[in-house]
């Protein structure tokens, strides 16, 4: 049963397993006590902090586990700005950061601190400079910038190196959110804070690290406690901080030859699933990317649906359209990168996935989507004729009065998207056709929508109920 | 080897390891996913939930899972002060809290909040009524008050259900740190919050409990995150969880049986080791206890050698003395009772501890404790004859001038009592010693001789380079 979400959380690696038990029955104890079971647990949690700060790049003194990568990221980020709290209150992040990252900034706004978001291209990734630009034109003194070193749903590899020499310039300190790459390799550049999350390389939940260079300024803002260098409180999560280290250890020892594997499985799928599926856009950087992880978005598709459908077939995969999320709205990133979130579909191959599951995979996505779309009514694929078809005329004539108006209030997503490619066949070439929605997605995906078919975006305004989006059909 | 540190952390219990190998293998992906490996960690994390809450004696929904005992103690606090930041921001604790609770308090008044410590007895316990009068003579509104259900230094048992009563009389919450006892049964009484650590009971590291009553204000002050209700931020330590529920449930089952034979082994330690050993004080309360803990502190004696000593013989134990913290000052539990904290020993039986092991210790121990005296040079045990046996004159005296004056400046407990203990028979009757002394456990230890020995303690006034106490020979 195929399991392509190691994005979210990994299979526990054969080693961290193996660690873990043996750590158990060895490291249960206090390692602050000074008796023989206490001085056992040091000797572990002490090796395990070295080989984790070797696979990091960073001193063992510079390195604290954390309970998990999210609460490294907020202690982390905190304590950053809070050390630095007489350089000023303003935070630099991308704009598609770890939600970990964006609620610790939201947090920061709260409490009075001010935030710029850095945008990204349609790949997902920032522009060169763009860390230099938003230190220029931060409204005060910079405390801290984020940046992840890759992202989490599209793949897309960050220029982490460049932003750190940016950051370096105007004495800045950089933090790296490393979770999603760790485990293939250390993060490049003058780095000064780095956080990362055991399960996602393979290793036991319940283990964060947190690095913070020497000379960086950092104050914890956590009640005191004599554990982890004061960074992070409580008792050591000791049997899985051994397990993370030592499995860390062991992916990084068969990194370079699984993600050359891997990397030609996702290219497989890159390539094959456009060819077996119409309407679909993937997303993310075509070259600077994470080796297992891939993205796309299927036209016409109702995430959710999909979800369940691919499930029921046996495969496991996360999205980023809105139907999947609590909040009813697309993914922050896909967002950010302005492309389609309708019929998302993440797949982020775990270690080891057999070339066959992925051929499976290849094999039943067509009958999925199509069935998904059937049952939305969606409308026939672009290049089978389907939707310019229905007009027989594809002269340019003048704009006729009254406009064509979709009323999609109160429709979810991908019905707004559906009910706009069913009737575009019946505005002349030239004519415009106005969608109302309140369907947040729609504001992601009727633009993307445009950009797909050839279609011309002329923008929103707000109308009663929701919101109207204009389309003018250009062929 | 027998471990006898139970109270800082018990051994993994077979059953929490049993679950453990289960959850790793049924529990790794993230709960929070709609695939079959997501639903089946979801599961897994529900009926932990549900075991746990029963456990405690709460809804599921009143109870999250943090990654540690000490986060449970520092989130619950931060939430419930800011919940109730209207009521005010007054916070009451008792004197002899966790450290997690007394850092939280002081991180509470560091932000600008004040707080009340209650006092307690010699034996450890708060007085009835005190929290009453705590709220009472509050400086403004009072937004929490906690008390731990036990200590977890002497085992002594708090009057939990009696100030829940007088908190629900004055409309505040109290938060019960019930780290020591929850394993052995519920928390009585009306409590509003209270928080446990797993690796207490023979859970795993990396489980902490934090329930909150329905209808207690409660606001996170962590940045958002979906996990836990919103309470505990991070991926949910999953095997780990499902361990901690497991021997939780376990522990519970055999409690009362387990609960009866430690203490009888308890009971033969408080009554020997006076017995075997001169001059030792046994501490906290003999009746209202936690069945496994017992604490006395041995007097011209030093912690560290003498825990050093016990671990050669393969004994683990820990204690409060001076000595053995980071701090070199004594435990705040034996400052607050106002007993002796030299050569304290702390022995928590650990369940399954075999009697023949508790009889090996008290055999050890006289010859242990004779030796660590011997080589500090300490007088010979009273009742030998040894201290006052050096005074003839048994006869009150007019004082005489100069005052004997001992200047034990820059010598660490046990040595400032050890050479008070040596002058004392060359004052007469109704005449003055007095210690110099710049360690900061004489300030606790001194006047806790004078206690033991029956000697008159008449205070401390600052003098050059430390402190000058003043005794009185009474006999």
Chains 1, 2 share one sequence.
Not at 148 to 177: K, Y
Not at 206 to 230: I, N, Y
Not at 341 to 365: H, K, Q, Y
Request: proline share 8%.
């Amino acid at each position: 049963m195929p399991y392509f979400d190691a994005a979210s959380s990994a299979p526990l690696h054969p080693v961290a397993r193996q660690a873990l038990l043996a750590a158990l029955d060895e490291g249960w104890a206090d390692p602050s006590r000074l008796y023989r079971e206490g001085r056992r647990a040091r000797l572990l949690l002490d090796a395990a902090r070295e080989a984790a700060a070797e696979a990091v790049g960073c001193r063992p003194d510079e390195l604290v586990f954390t309970p998990s990568g999210t609460r490294a990221v907020h202690d982390g980020i905190a304590g950053a700005l809070a050390g630095r709290r007489r350089a000023g209150r303003h935070l630099i992040v991308s704009a598609v950061e770890h939600s970990s990252v964006l609620h610790a900034a939201a947090a920061h706004e709260a409490d009075g601190g001010t935030v710029t978001e850095v945008p990204v291209d349609r790949t997902g990734r920032i522009a060169p400079g763009a860390y230099a630009a938003a230190l220029r034109e931060a409204p005060g003194g910079v405390a801290l910038a984020c940046l992840q070193s890759a992202n989490h749903e599209v793949g897309t590899v960050q220029p982490v190196a460049e932003a750190a020499e940016e950051c370096a310039a105007a004495d800045v300190p950089l933090l790296v959110d490393a979770a999603q790459s760790l485990g293939w390799g250390p993060v490049e550049g003058n780095w000064s804070l780095l956080t990362a999350s055991a399960h996602k390389w393979g290793g036991p939940a319940g283990v964060g690290l947190l690095a913070v260079r020497k000379g960086v300024r950092f104050r914890t803002v956590q009640p005191a406690d004599e554990r982890e260098s004061g960074r992070s409180p409580g008792f050591e999560n000791l049997p899985a901080i051994v397990a993370a280290a030592a499995s860390l250890r062991a992916v990084r020892a068969e990194a370079a030859a699984e993600a050359e594997r891997l990397r030609g499985l996702v290219e497989r799928i890159r390539a094959r699933v456009p060819e077996l599926v119409p309407d679909v856009e993937v997303v993310g950087d075509p070259e600077r990317r994470l080796p297992h992880l891939v993205t796309f978005s299927c036209l016409y598709v109702d995430g959710e649906a999909l979800l369940h459908e691919l499930d029921r077939a046996e495969f496991s995969v996360s999205s980023g359209s809105s139907c999947t999320s609590s909040t009813l709205t697309p993914s922050h990133v896909l967002r950010a990168m302005g492309v389609l979130s309708e019929g998302n579909v993440r797949v982020s191959l775990p270690r080891g996935t057999a070339e066959a599951d992925v051929d499976r995979f290849l094999e039943a996505l067509p009958g999925v989507v199509a069935g998904v779309r059937e049952r939305l009514g969606a409308p026939k694929p672009a290049g089978a004729g389907a939707e310019a078809a229905a007009d027989p005329d594809p002269e340019p004539k003048p704009e006729p009065e009254p406009e064509l108006v979709v009323d999609s209030l109160g429709k979810r997503c991908p019905i707004p998207v559906i009910e706009l490619a069913k009737v575009i066949g019946e505005v002349p070439v030239g004519g415009v056709v106005t969608v109302l929605a309140d369907d947040e997605a729609a504001r992601l995906d009727i633009p993307a929508w445009c950009e797909m078919r050839g279609q011309t975006y002329e923008g929103e305004r707000p109308a009663e109920g929701g919101v109207a989006y204009r389309v003018r059909r250009r062929a």
